[in-house]
T-cell receptor, first 114, second 116 residues
């Protein structure tokens, strides 16, 4: 059974804190993604990675960075959390030639920044 | 311009009735795939159904079917015999394949509430 896991389901942080969101997949997928989901806005791509140590900006990368040191792990970093980063964060993965294959999503992390 | 448009922010349906969730898309790529996902209140995204641009028949998966009208660039999700557990957010997504992109575009979602 394919699996994408995220380190926390719920997270509460204070403004200015450094926040790490971890995502791990066990499917040997090359591509990994971080999305942010807000009501009425759908899923917006923050960053994605198609290989170890490779990363590409998505639609809303400002205020975020990522790290991919190992194939199975993709981390999202909020260097200095702000209240407007309160959101649901979803990680996903696909094989390199996704084609018709769906993305596999993690359970999501609901982040609240106070 | 949005590549995926879901015009219904919210939908209500009576239990056991059928419901159609609208999705229109915009692409010039001849090869693409369309996906529907369900997101219950727990937050996880559940893949429901896939339709390829060259598929001749509409995709079906149990109570889910995709009404694919290529000329209209429409990919509506039909849920037959709605159940209370179908109450959730539903997202339409498209991946353009010819260009080698593996990044799908998502619509803004439709919230479905099933009444008993």
């Amino acid at each position: 059974d394919v699996k994408v896991t995220q380190s926390s389901r719920y997270l509460v942080k204070r403004t200015g804190e450094k926040v790490f969101l971890e995502c791990v997949q066990d499917m040997d997928h090359e591509n990994m993604f971080w999305y942010r989901q807000d009501p009425g806005l759908g899923l917006r791509l923050i960053y994605f990675s198609y290989d170890v140590k490779m990363k590409e900006k998505g639609d809303i990368p400002e205020g975020y960075s990522v790290s991919r040191e190992k194939k199975e792990r993709f981390s999202l970093i909020l260097e200095s959390a702000s209240t407007n980063q309160t959101s649901m964060y979803l990680c996903a993965s696909t094989p390199i030639r996704a084609g018709t294959d769906t993305q596999y999503f993690g359970p999501g992390t609901r982040l609240t920044v106070l | 311009a949005q590549k995926i448009t879901q015009t219904q922010p919210g939908m209500f349906v009576q239990e056991k009735e059928a419901v159609t969730l609208d999705c229109t898309y915009d692409t010039s790529d001849p090869s693409y795939g369309l996906f529907w996902y369900k997101q219950p209140s727990s937050g996880e995204m559940i893949f429901l159904i896939y339709q390829g641009s060259y598929d001749q028949q509409n995709a079906t998966e149990g109570r889910y079917s995709l009404n694919f009208q290529k000329a209209r660039k429409s990919a509506n999700l039909v849920i037959s015999a709605s159940q209370l557990g179908d109450s959730a957010m539903y997202f339409c997504a498209m991946r353009e394949i010819s260009g080698g992109s593996y990044i799908p575009t998502f619509g803004r979602g439709t919230s479905l509430i099933v009444h008993p």
